[in-house]
């Protein structure tokens, strides 16, 4: 059990490592910074253990592994269904890296107006929000990850941006949250048009394998879903929050 619980701790420590720092004096706001490192030290090492059982055990690197299944919301027949496959698991790994590295920056640097506390407790959550997305096989644990991102995201580059920091800000809040309602409308439509009411994403694809779904509400909800990818992505011609957003961003 513990092993199928693995890639949900590896998820949840930089959640974790966020509240922990939240908890430190003001006056030792400092001690923020050993604890992200070792925070994000040990969630890397996890993911490249998950990288490792993966190839190497009972999936022998094909189909899905470490996969969990149970009620979350059972009054709309959500679950908390989590996984990873090989598409995903490359991608889990390197934010875990890229998050690490992050943090090894972050302990000799962090721009104006410092605050390492806030700083890093937001990057810990952004962390948890990426992660999320990639082992989420339920539409609103899914959706429930991709908006975590949005929040950290906002006040890093709001507050210890550069000088258009608020208008980038505000831009790419405004850009992204447009986007998810897209998305969520998909997310409803697929759970209205189901043979049984699930957001279970494997569940959905076996109804629409079986004929569930109209071609006409197939293309109407890639095209919702899609649109709102581009937008977060970003791909053109939604792409105009990018340059505000990543010129005013914390290096």
């Known amino acids: 059990m513990l092993s199928k619980l693995a890639i949900t701790i590896t998820v949840f420590l930089p959640l974790l490592g966020a509240g922990v720092i939240t908890?430190?004096?003001?006056?030792?706001?400092?001690?923020?910074?050993?604890?992200?490192?070792v925070t994000t030290i040990v969630s890397f090492v996890m993911s490249v253990g998950i990288l490792i059982g993966y190839y190497a055990g009972s999936a022998g690197g094909r189909g899905m592994a470490f996969e969990v299944n149970v009620p979350w919301i059972p009054a709309i027949g959500a679950n908390y269904h989590v996984g990873i496959d090989?598409?995903?698991?490359?991608?889990f790994v390197l934010t875990f890296l890229l998050?690490?590295?992050?943090?090894?920056?972050?302990?000799g640097h962090i721009e104006e107006p410092g605050k390492p506390k806030a700083f890093l407790a937001l990057m810990l959550m952004l962390t948890t929000g990426m992660a999320g997305t990639f082992i989420?096989?339920?539409l609103v644990l899914f959706f429930v990850f991709w908006e975590l991102v949005l929040v950290p995201m906002y006040f890093l580059i709001g507050i210890w941006g550069g000088p258009n920091r608020h208008y980038a800000a505000i831009k790419f809040f405004l850009y992204t949250l447009f986007g998810s309602v897209f998305m969520l409308v998909a997310f409803l439509g697929l759970y209205f048009?189901?043979?049984?009411?699930?957001f279970d994403i494997v569940r959905l694809i076996e109804a629409g394998a079986a004929g569930a779904f109209t071609r006409q509400f197939q293309i109407v909800a890639f095209l919702a879903i899609g649109l709102s990818f581009a937008i977060k992505a970003p791909m053109w011609p939604f792409h105009t929050w990018l340059p505000d957003a990543h010129t005013e961003a914390p290096t």
């Open 86 to 91: 090989g598409i995903s698991l490359p991608l």
């Open 99 to 107: 998050t690490m590295l992050c943090a090894i920056y972050a302990f």
């Open 136 to 138: 989420a096989f339920d």
């Open 23 to 37: 908890l430190i004096p003001k006056r030792s706001e400092e001690a923020a910074k050993p604890v992200a490192l």
């Open 193 to 198: 048009a189901a043979p049984e009411r699930t």
